[in-house]
């Protein structure tokens, strides 16, 4: 006899402790790899001016992308805030009564986003 109907795999629960454990114990280091993403690594450079051939320090940044900070904090965010999935049902398999619900149900969110003519005086 298997676990009970609906009860949690043991090694999954594991698993998804050890997970946790592990990326909450990186949360304070994510900042800083966001930061360091965006802006680039800081880096400072001594070398010899060869018009003058004096000692000058170069101060930059090197492998500056924003792009790939913006996708690291939305990747993060799906942790704390997991992507909702789209469940769609075909008419075919809908009784009556759901397909008349999801119609009302449309229906108030389209009439919720129509500004009322109270609405439109104040645009």
């Known amino acids: ?3 009970p109907k609906g009860s949690r795999n043991k090694v999954s629960s594991d698993s998804r402790r050890i997970l946790a454990a592990l990326v909450e114990k990186r949360i304070p280091d994510l900042d800083a790899m966001i930061e360091d993403t965006w802006r680039g690594i800081e880096i400072e ?3 010899i001016d060869p018009g003058t051939g004096k000692q ?3 101060l930059g940044r ?3 992308d924003p792009a790939k900070a913006a996708k690291l904090v939305l990747e993060a965010t799906e942790f704390s805030m997991p992507k909702l999935q789209r469940i769609e049902k075909t008419i ?3 009784s009556d009564e759901e397909l008349l619900a999801e ?3 449309r229906e108030r969110i389209q009439s919720d986003k129509e500004p009322t003519p109270s609405q439109e005086a104040i645009q």
């Open 1 to 3: 006899m298997g676990r």
């Open 56 to 58: 000058i320090t170069v």
């Open 92 to 94: 075919e398999h809908a």
């Open 103 to 105: 119609l009302r149900r």
């Open 45 to 47: 450079k001594t070398m």
């Open 62 to 64: 090197l492998n500056a």
